[in-house]
């Protein structure tokens, strides 16, 4: 059972994980949007201090990757590195059942890829794929959701 209003905001992180290079990003298949998108998820009360507790705790969730200094480093809004965890922009948004939600997206560049696999779901795209309007996976066609934080992320990418 949900614990959130009908008028509440319900708070959500994305996290912009690049490749070394920034040429590629980490997206995930997101089934309940149909569509593909960088990692992130709602901030939840029982486990996240704040909101950047959110992205730190998606981003072990759906990429195994974890947000230390030793993988890599958070970027500003210009994609230039940073010693803090700067909040890149706040948007509203509605989910699709109609509840309104706000989302706070970071960015993070690794030192180096993982050696490790990834959740099934969850893979790295080159610029070039990501520009394009859907992605097959599977053999079934995703939209890219959240065309917001795609354009911040398409303007810092090499």
Do not use: W
Not at 7 to 23: D, G, L, Q, W, Y
Not at 34 to 43: A, E, H
């Amino acid at each position: 059972m949900s614990t959130e209003s009908a008028s509440e905001i319900i708070h959500t992180a994305t996290v912009a994980i690049f490749s070394p290079n920034m040429r590629r990003i980490l997206v995930t298949v997101n089934h309940k949007l149909n569509g593909v998108v960088p990692l992130g998820g709602k901030f939840d009360p029982e486990q996240d201090a704040h909101i950047y507790d959110t992205a730190f705790r998606e981003a072990r969730e759906e990429g195994n990757i974890l947000l230390f200094p030793g993988a890599g480093i958070f970027l500003d809004k210009d994609g230039k590195p940073t010693n803090d965890q700067p909040i890149i922009q706040k948007v509203p948004f509605l989910f699709p059942d109609g509840k309104r939600g706000q989302d706070s997206l970071f960015f993070f560049r690794l030192h180096q890829v993982p050696p490790f696999n990834f959740p099934k779901t969850t893979f790295f795209l080159h610029k070039n794929e990501y520009k394009k309007d859907s992605f097959t996976y599977e053999g079934v066609p995703y939209g890219f959701c959240a065309l917001d934080v795609r354009e911040k992320v398409l303007a810092i990418m090499r």
